[in-house]
T-cell receptor, first 112, second 119 residues
Framework: NAGVTQTPKFQVLKTGQSMTLQCAQD?????MSWYRQDPGMGLRLIHY???????DQGEVPNGYNVSRSTTEDFPLRLLSAAPSQTSVYFC???????????FGSGTRLTVV | AQTVTQSQPEMSVQEAETVTLSCTYD???????LFWYKQPPSRQMILVIR??????QNATENRFSVNFQKAAKSFSLKISDSQLGDTAMYFC????????????????FGQGTILTVHP
C-alpha cells in the first residue's frame, strides 16, 4: 500500500518554464488537495478536489492549474514558473469517512 | 474564513519531561475538526491526534493529549514523557465539515511550532 505518491521530490525550474507535479493515491480517497509550505506561514491550500471531475480553488490558486480525471490522480500544473513559487509542495488525500488526511512526501521546487 | 494561530515559534524540552504547544483558532462554524500534525526533519506530515468539536472529551493518543476549550477556541497539545524522536515541527489545523460529518476537503493550518527535545 503506497499511500500518496508525489513526483518528483526535487525540481529546479527557470523562470517562465512550465511543469507538472504528479500526485497519485491508491486508497480510493475522494478528497485530494495541494498545499504549499513556506517558512513562517504553515501550509496554504492551493487547489482541492472532492471527487473525480470536481475541483475548486483554495487560498493561493494563482499561477496553478489542476484537473481530476480519475479518483487516483491529481496533478498540479505550474503554467509559467516565477521565483515566488519557490516552495515545498504537498499533496494530501482523505476518504469521505476518514477525517485525517494522508500526505505525500513533498516536492521541493526552486525557481531561478 | 477560518484562521489558526500558533503563538510559539519555537519550544524546547528535556527528554522525559512534559511540554504543551498552544493553538487558538477563529471560526463562526459549529461543525469542525481540529488536528495536530507532526513534521520531522524528513519533511513527512504525520497525523498525531484529532478532535471532533462536538465531543467534550479531550482526545488522547498514547503520550499525546489535547486540551480542547471550545468556548475559548483553544486547542493545545500536551506531549508527556518527551522523546528525542518527538523533535519536529508541529502544526495545528482546522477543518469544517457538513451534516453527518462530510468533509469539505479543506484544511487550514497554523504557522507551526518547532519543538526540540534535548537529551
Amino acid at each position: 500500500n503506497a499511500g500518496v505518491t508525489q513526483t518528483p521530490k526535487f525540481q529546479v525550474l527557470k523562470t517562465g518554464q512550465s511543469m507538472t507535479l504528479q500526485c497519485a493515491q491508491d486508497m480510493n480517497h475522494e478528497y485530494m488537495s495541494w498545499y504549499r509550505q513556506d517558512p513562517g506561514m504553515g501550509l496554504r491550500l492551493i487547489h482541492y478536489s472532492v471527487g473525480a471531475g470536481i475541483t475548486d480553488q483554495g487560498e493561493v490558486p494563482n499561477g496553478y492549474n489542476v484537473s481530476r480525471s480519475t479518483t487516483e490522480d491529481f496533478p498540479l500544473r505550474l503554467l509559467s514558473a516565477a521565483p515566488s513559487q519557490t516552495s515545498v509542495y504537498f499533496c494530501a488525500s482523505s476518504g469521505r469517512g476518514n477525517y485525517g488526511y494522508t500526505f505525500g512526501s513533498g516536492t521541493r521546487l526552486t525557481v531561478v | 474564513a477560518q484562521t489558526v494561530t500558533q503563538s510559539q515559534p519555537e519550544m524546547s524540552v528535556q527528554e522525559a519531561e512534559t511540554v504543551t504547544l498552544s493553538c487558538t483558532y477563529d471560526t463562526s462554524e459549529s461543525n469542525y475538526y481540529l488536528f495536530w500534525y507532526k513534521q520531522p526533519p524528513s519533511r513527512q506530515m504525520i497525523l498525531v491526534i484529532r478532535q471532533e468539536a462536538y465531543k467534550q472529551q479531550n482526545a488522547t493518543e498514547n503520550r499525546f493529549s489535547v486540551n480542547f476549550q471550545k468556548a475559548a477556541k483553544s486547542f493545545s497539545l500536551k506531549i508527556s514523557d518527551s522523546q528525542l524522536g518527538d523533535t519536529a515541527m508541529y502544526f495545528c489545523a482546522f477543518m469544517k465539515h457538513g451534516p453527518g460529518g462530510t468533509s469539505y476537503g479543506k484544511l487550514t493550518f497554523g504557522q507551526g511550532t518547532i519543538l526540540t527535545v534535548h537529551p
